[in-house]
């Protein structure tokens, strides 16, 4: 056997010893913890409570649930959301450093390599010395005696150092990395979703104010239409003065609504080009000429798939999977640390020389260290990963009864809203009919101008409760699809 093969003997050994003893993983191995799943959400669509949506969305895009509204508008304006919404973008980069600190840790598997090189040329003055010469132990020849000398030395290595995970401490790390990296990339999946079902409930809400800004528009010309009959009653000497002042302050509470609806508009425009990722005075949307009156219901699932569709549930389960990974890593300190460290390389007077075989040299080597005493430090670190698991899965199970309440409040509340809405419309309906009747007996003279404001409030009340349902109705229909994680699953989450 060559000499070389020799040196190797020992370094092979060690790695082959390393290697046999890195299967042992201490800490808990993950298991997801238990959560109780009702058979059916209480509230959904059933024989039992008869609610048959009016408008289901069945056959709305994966993903692209806005489009249920059939608003071309809201459809341009989502799609900027993930790529200018800076909220988004935030969640972007916390992802990619989760994965580059996962890839960091990674590379802790693996021996760190290094290579150096050294060149020197020393010299010194001459003496009393005798006159001779002085070979060192790196063939470097050394003259002696009087007068003054030069003297060169080379060399040339290469390093490696290699920590084997023998209890599997690293492994852990990663483990509790790739938990953390999945558990961002979730994060940006819920942030996603959170800023597009805002960005839907906005833009919404900026409908419904076109449509009351319409209705008080109308509402000052029917009210215009009462001051001149008034006046023209009171020139007529068949009305008195209060019926103009009357008639004249609701025609401006009138022209004051219309103003205030248009300061919320402006406004809630403004939060939309934000959630799209633009300056307010970048966006402008235009004044649409009807309002849909049909609310989307997405369908719902079983409860069970919830944990599977919602975005910030998987978030709160991998954060638990991290959590029970780091028990392992603070349990591993109980046991002793390796290192293995090799060198080999070469040292000679000239640099033609360097890389002859006679001038090589070579190193091989190990260490281990343990901990004796540390008055408990250790214990303690165990127990507080423990208590951080036991926080994390407390903190699952918490998202995931949420979860349940949220889906359940908004399959009521389009339920109830549905219906109230059918009576809020026949209430509008009759309102408007009294308005006709009390005015035309104003004119005649049958009745008194407080009948008439009586009759217009109630119908402007009636008006704008139709708008505020369908407002709530649009409102929950958008919540509910986030709440049932916007078509979004766990099994987009990176698997490393």
């Not at 599997?168 to 938990?179: E, K, N």
């Not at 953390?180 to 940006?188: E, F, G, I, N």
């Not at 997405?298 to 409860?303: A, G, I, Q």
């Not at 949220?406 to 009576?423: I, S, Y």
């Amino acid at each position: 056997m060559t000499p070389s093969r020799l040196r190797l003997r020992p370094l092979a050994s060690g790695l082959a010893l390393a290697l046999m003893v890195s299967a042992c993983t201490v800490g808990p191995n993950y298991t997801r913890p238990a959560v109780t799943t009702p058979p059916a959400f209480k509230e959904a669509p059933s024989a039992q409570n008869g609610w048959v949506p009016s408008q289901p969305m069945d056959t709305i895009q994966r993903g692209a649930w806005w489009s249920a509204f059939n608003d071309p508008v809201l459809d341009g304006l989502e799609q900027k959301v993930r790529i200018s919404n800076q909220n988004v973008a935030a969640a972007v980069a916390a992802y990619d450093e989760a994965r580059a600190l996962t890839a960091a840790d990674r590379a802790s598997f693996f021996p760190t390599l290094s290579a150096s090189g050294s060149g020197t040329r020393s010299g010194g003055g001459g003496g009393s010395r005798k006159s001779g010469t002085t070979v060192t132990s790196g063939g470097t020849v050394v003259p002696t005696g009087s007068g003054s000398y030069a003297v060169s030395s080379y060399g040339a290595s290469l390093g490696a150092s290699w920590a084997p995970d023998l209890w599997g401490r690293l492994r852990r790390q990663v483990q509790s990395d790739v938990a953390a990296s999945q558990a961002t990339a979730a994060d940006l999946a819920n942030a996603t979703l959170s800023a597009q079902a805002q960005l839907a409930a906005d833009y919404l809400t900026l409908r419904i104010l076109d449509e009351e800004k319409r209705l008080y528009d109308d509402t000052v010309k029917a009210d215009q239409r009462s001051f001149d009959i008034t006046q023209n009653r009171y020139k007529a000497g068949v009305a008195a003065k209060t019926d103009v002042i009357t008639a004249q302050t609701q025609l401006l509470a009138a022209q004051a609504q219309a103003v205030d609806v248009a300061v919320q508009r402006q406004q809630t425009e403004h939060a939309i080009a934000v959630l799209a990722g633009m300056a307010p005075a970048e966006l402008t949307i235009a004044v649409q000429p009807s309002l849909s009156q049909t609310v989307p219901t997405p369908p719902p699932v079983v409860p069970s798939v919830l944990l599977q569709r919602r975005p910030d549930i998987a978030a709160a389960e991998r954060r638990a999977a991290e959590s029970s990974a780091l028990i392992g890593v603070q349990v591993a300190a109980y046991y002793p640390t390796f290192n293995l460290t090799g060198s080999f390389g070469y040292d000679a007077s000239s640099l033609g020389n360097l890389f002859n075989a006679a001038n090589d040299v070579w190193s091989f080597g190990g260490s281990a260290a343990e901990t004796l005493l540390d008055f408990g430090a250790r214990q303690a670190r165990v127990r507080q990963a423990k208590a951080a698991y036991a926080q994390s899965v407390a903190t699952y199970r918490q998202t995931v009864l949420s979860a349940f309440q949220q889906v359940e409040d908004e399959l009521v509340a389009l339920r109830v809203l549905e219906q109230e809405a059918k009576v809020r419309a026949q209430t509008q309906a009759s309102a408007r009919q009294a308005v006709e009747l009390t005015l035309n007996q104003y004119k005649a003279g049958t009745l008194d101008y407080t009948s008439v404001v009586a009759a217009q409030n109630t119908a402007l009340s009636a008006a704008q409760s139709v708008l505020t349902v369908l407002q709530q109705r649009q409102a929950a229909s958008v919540t509910l699809v986030e709440a049932l994680g916007g078509g979004w699953t766990d099994a987009d989450l990176p698997k490393r």
